[in-house]
């Protein structure tokens, strides 16, 4: 069974940083791409970052390039998001998302984690 | 970025109904879209994609089309489980992007 984890998320006051944290399970890591998407409260969803299967390709929305890094660790089936700088709009929960199959869309996410940035 | 736009951002309907939600891309994207739907308090669930092709374990309810900038999401037969929120995505271009959402709520 395929299962993502995210974890990491929290309290943070703007401009401070965070790391979320994503364990894969239940499939071969290494050969599916990754994407992180997020959702403010009531609102819809937003696409944040993608990674490709060796790290090669990276991309990242607008609204989060030169503040946010997407990695992956294959040896520990595990996705990371580097959050900095963070602002008030950047609250919501934040999704683990794989890949259908390097197409860009998604078949399975996680349950989310929240992040709150307020003073 | 690619925008898509949805229509209606909610409607009200009533089970049997058939139901028609649009997308419309700011720019051309081929075939390059997929369908969710979130009920509350839940993760997207993936329904169709490229434009028209049925996920597996999706009802044949749920119909896709469209091509180029303009897509229609279908629902034949609105059932209890089909109140939720539906959107598109673009993948056309490594900036993926969402629509607004469509609420579909019991009249």
């Known amino acids: 069974e395929v299962q993502l984890v995210e974890s990491g998320g929290g309290l943070v006051k703007p401009g401070g940083s965070l790391r979320l944290s994503c364990a894969a399970s239940?499939?071969?890591?290494?050969?599916?791409?990754m994407h992180w998407v997020r959702q403010a409260p009531g609102k819809g969803l937003e696409w944040v970052s993608s990674i490709s299967t060796s790290s090669t390709y990276i991309y990242y929305a607008n609204s989060v390039t030169g503040r946010f890094t997407i990695s992956r660790d294959n040896a520990k089936n595990s996705l990371y998001l580097q959050m900095n700088s963070l602002r008030a709009e950047d609250t919501g929960l934040y999704y683990c998302?794989?890949?259908?199959?390097?197409?860009?869309?998604?078949?399975?996410w996680g349950q989310g984690v929240m992040v709150t940035v307020s003073s | 970025a690619i925008q898509l736009t949805q229509s209606p951002s909610s409607l009200s309907a009533s089970v049997g109904d058939r139901l028609t939600i649009t997308c419309r891309a700011s720019?051309?994207?081929?075939?390059?879209l997929v369908w969710y739907q979130q009920k509350p308090g839940q993760v997207p669930k993936l329904l169709i994609y490229?434009?028209?092709s049925l996920e597996r374990g999706v009802p044949s309810r749920f119909s896709g089309s469209g091509s180029g900038t303009d897509f229609t999401l279908t629902i034949s037969s609105l059932q209890p489980e089909d109140f939720a929120t539906y959107y598109c995505?673009?993948?056309?271009?490594?900036?993926?992007?969402f629509g607004g959402g469509t609420k579909v709520e019991m009249k």
């Open positions: 490229e434009a028209s």
């Open positions: 998302a794989r890949d259908y199959g390097d197409y860009g869309f998604f078949d399975y």
């Open positions: 239940g499939f071969t890591f290494e050969t599916f791409s």
């Open positions: 995505q673009q993948f056309n271009s490594f900036v993926v992007t």
């Open positions: 720019q051309g994207i081929s075939n390059s």
